[in-house]
């Protein structure tokens, strides 16, 4: 048995794809959270892997990451508890009834033939206005999350930092090795569609997704017994908006943007303040000193990644008591981009004791 026996453990987390998603260390990760946490924040949630396993152990938990297309999948698998599409929504999803009615062609004008064809470039103009007509934001958030989930399965590498897209879905090898490669983004919607309905429960908590910087977030947060933290670790492929883009764009359906290179990536970026060497050890301090009243941290840490292991443990040690558990990739890339042979590190940190003497 991998998982406490508790029946949220029966429910199962879409598998992601991801750059850096924990999904494969959950049974570790797992292990090392305290007893007796109430409320639990997972900051840096991407995929929501972790989010989720806290949901499964029937925390309230509070779930963020600064990129809208991670908080829609926040909204519709965490803070979500009752709602899923049905096939008629789905086919509404798909239908052209609005058609003539939404005049945005944002995907048509930008990514006709950079990852995928200009028919499908329309279809998902036309599915994107559908989204906005549905009545409920859990809904459209699950819709979100369909459509995104099935851009990075159609994909070559299941991100979008590439232009080999559709030099793939038109060679049979790949296809071979990959037949979503040369499926409509439709028919792989419509697969998927049971596992995310099928990843929604009820915890019988009060759970929340946010869509902040959590630098910004952290100060509105309180009563939490247990957070986790999954920076981009810089050096190793930490700009996700270079890597996802086109999901943030489908969300955004940006208007105030310019569309820059051969992937069409929107500029201007958003603040991460945890992609860039020159930042992260100044907001590492800034994470940390406001979550001093958070009794218990988890900390993903890569043994590639800057600052090293040594210097981070030194600055945690300012705040908690600190041990380091490791496991190592053994084989296919390690995460967050790093080589087979990378070490996965987590960081368990607890309050200080401190000790009464009684005099
Ligand atoms: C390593 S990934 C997290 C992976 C996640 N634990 C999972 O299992 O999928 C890091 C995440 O941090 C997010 N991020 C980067 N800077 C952020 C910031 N300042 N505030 C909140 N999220 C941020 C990125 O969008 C990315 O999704």
Same mark, same amino acid.
């Given at each position: 048995m991998l998982f406490a026996d508790n029946t949220y453990f029966y429910y199962k987390f879409p598998e992601p794809q991801y750059l850096g998603a924990k999904y494969i260390w959950l049974p570790?990760?797992?292990?090392?959270?305290?007893?007796?946490?109430?409320?639990?924040? &997972?900051?840096?949630?991407?995929?929501?892997s972790v989010a989720y396993l806290f949901k499964q152990n029937g925390f309230k938990t509070i779930t963020n990451d600064f990129l809208n297309f991670n908080h829609q999948i926040g909204l519709s698998l965490i803070e979500n508890n009752n709602f899923t599409l049905s096939k008629e929504e789905l086919e509404f999803?798909?239908? +052209?009834?609005?058609?003539? @009615? +939404?005049?945005?062609? %944002?995907?048509?004008?930008?990514f006709s033939n950079v990852?995928? &064809?200009?028919?499908?470039?329309?279809?998902? &103009?036309?599915?994107?206005?559908?989204?906005?007509?549905?009545?409920?934001? #859990?809904?459209?958030?699950?819709?979100?999350?369909?459509? +995104?989930?099935? %851009?990075?399965r159609k994909v070559t590498m299941g991100h979008f930092a590439h232009n080999q897209a559709i030099n793939y879905a038109n060679n049979p090898e790949r296809i071979k090795r990959n037949p979503n490669l040369a499926r409509h983004v439709k028919d792989i919607i419509s697969d998927?569609?049971? /596992?995310? =309905?099928?990843?929604?429960?009820?915890?019988?908590?009060?759970? @929340?997704?946010?869509?902040?910087?959590v630098l910004e977030l952290l100060p509105k947060l309180d009563n939490i017994d247990l957070a986790y933290y999954d920076p981009p670790y810089c050096d190793s492929h930490?700009? #996700?908006?270079?890597?996802?883009?086109?999901?943030?764009?489908?969300?955004?359906?940006?208007? $105030?943007?310019e569309f820059i290179n051969t992937t069409r990536r929107y500029e201007p970026k958003?603040?991460?303040?945890? $992609?860039?060497?020159? /930042?992260?050890?100044?907001? %590492? =301090?800034q994470l940390f000193a406001l979550?001093?009243?958070?009794?218990?941290?988890?900390?993903?840490? =890569?043994?590639?990644?800057y600052p090293k292991v040594k210097e981070l443990e030194k600055i945690l040690k300012q705040y908690k008591d600190v041990s380091i558990e490791t496991q190592t990739y053994l084989n296919g890339r390690g995460g967050k981009g790093s080589v087979a042979g990378s070490r996965?590190? /987590?960081?368990?940190?607890?309050? @200080?004791l401190s000790i009464n003497i009684g005099l």
């Open positions: 570790w990760i797992n292990r090392f959270i305290p007893k007796n946490i109430r409320t639990a924040f &997972d900051g840096f949630a991407g995929s929501q999803i798909f239908s +052209n009834e609005n058609i003539n @009615k +939404n005049n945005s062609s %944002l995907f048509k004008n930008v990852f995928f &064809d200009e028919e499908q470039a329309i279809f998902l &103009d036309k599915v994107r206005a559908n989204i906005d007509l549905l009545d409920n934001q #859990y809904k459209k958030a699950l819709a979100f999350t369909l459509v +995104n989930r099935s %851009l990075t998927i569609f049971v /596992l995310y =309905n099928n990843a929604i429960f009820n915890n019988e908590q009060d759970n @929340k997704s946010y869509n902040e910087n930490a700009d #996700y908006q270079s890597f996802y883009h086109l999901l943030e764009t489908f969300v955004e359906y940006w208007s $105030d943007k958003r603040y991460s303040g945890f $992609d860039k060497k020159q /930042l992260i050890i100044d907001s %590492l =301090n979550s001093k009243d958070i009794p218990n941290w988890l900390i993903s840490w =890569n043994n590639r990644s996965e590190v /987590l960081f368990v940190c607890k309050n @200080k």
